[in-house]
């Protein structure tokens, strides 16, 4: 009995490091960058004010479109390499 319970507690400590990778689906944890775009746009503008609002915004917009173009290459990645595999 005690032998097999030492195995499963074998077999779990080594899966437990695989199946930690299937946690992160989907984005990986997102750093969180506000502190910088506050700094960068109170440079510019009062906090609160319009352009102040419009800047946080704009930043906001680029990450986003920087993401996505991210995942568009990741995409474009995956199906080139889908689509033209190479055998040696």
Known sequence: ?????????TALLLLAPLLAGCLERGQPTMVDSSGDDDAFCRAGAAVGSPEYVACRKDRDVQRANANARTDRRQRNLGEYMLNNPTRP
């Open 1 to 9: 009995m005690r032998c097999k319970a030492a195995l499963a507690l």
